[in-house]
């Protein structure tokens, strides 16, 4: 089975400074891995998805997340905090594009001034 | 890039009403849409998987005959909470792919697409 584990599920950095959200993902093949963005009473989208192309994954907004096999991980990060990246960030697993999306329990970033 | 409409944003209606709640691509055709539901400062949880013109495919847990759902075209689903009770107060979220058939598999190059969710409120 597989199962993704976010590390913290609150995070809180100052403006300007670096932003890393954890995800570590249990999978018994090679994985899909992707990170959603959710902001107040709205659904997901999508920031950027690994399938097992280029290990370090470029996506919107300036973020990005670096696929590690030896670590299981799937972290997500952005050089600056901008007070709009507050929200709840996602990591999902699948087996493929098709399969269905398995959640990890969510990070809440918050940006102070 | 593609667009899932879902409809309505938020509801609020007495126990026992059956509410139905529609999701549509927008601009591409979904083949395959799946219906999640959140729970307060938690994460989603799948409820069911539909493909166009097929019964749906409901998780573990979910009560297909408490959560209808209906994939009757390539651009629109509806989830029906029937006999609704305030248990079923959440978020619930929709989400819809393409996916083409190749080599005897369905198979998709896209992410799912998602909508910005329906609050229901049971009172």
């Known amino acids: 089975a597989q199962s993704v584990t976010q590390l913290g599920s609150h995070v809180s950095v100052s403006e300007g400074a670096l932003v890393l959200l954890r995800c570590n993902y249990s999978?018994?093949?090679?994985?899909?891995l992707f990170w959603y963005v959710q902001y107040p009473n709205q659904g997901l989208q999508l920031l950027l998805k690994?399938?097992?192309?280029?290990?370090l994954v470029k996506g919107i907004n300036g973020f990005e997340a670096e696929f590690k096999k030896s670590e299981t991980s799937f972290h997500l990060t952005k050089p600056s905090a901008h007070m709009s990246d507050a929200a709840e960030y996602f990591c999902?697993?699948?087996?493929?594009?098709?399969?269905?999306?398995?959640f990890g329990t969510g990070t809440r970033l918050q940006v102070f001034p | 890039g593609a667009v899932v409409s879902q409809h309505p944003s938020w509801v609020i209606c007495k126990s026992g009403t059956s509410v139905k709640i529609e999701c549509r691509s927008l601009?591409?055709?979904?083949?395959?849409m799946f219906w999640y539901r959140q729970f307060p400062k938690q994460s989603l949880m799948l409820m069911a998987t539909?493909?166009?013109?097929?019964?749906?495919?409901?998780e573990q847990g979910v009560e297909k005959d408490k959560f209808l759902i209906n994939h009757a075209s390539l651009t629109l689903s509806t989830l029906t909470v029937t006999s609704a009770h305030p248990e079923d107060s959440s978020f619930y979220i929709c989400?819809?792919?393409?996916?083409?058939?190749?080599?005897?598999?369905?198979?998709?190059?896209?992410?799912?697409?998602f909508g910005d969710g329906t609050r229901l409120s049971i009172l």
């Open positions: 539909s493909n166009e013109g097929s019964k749906a495919t409901y």
């Open positions: 690994y399938t097992s192309a280029a290990t």
């Open positions: 989400s819809a792919q393409t996916r083409y058939r190749g080599g005897g598999i369905m198979a998709s190059n896209q992410p799912q697409h």
């Open positions: 999978s018994s093949v090679p994985p899909y």
């Open positions: 601009d591409f055709q979904a083949t395959t």
């Open positions: 999902a697993v699948s087996l493929a594009l098709t399969d269905k999306l398995i």
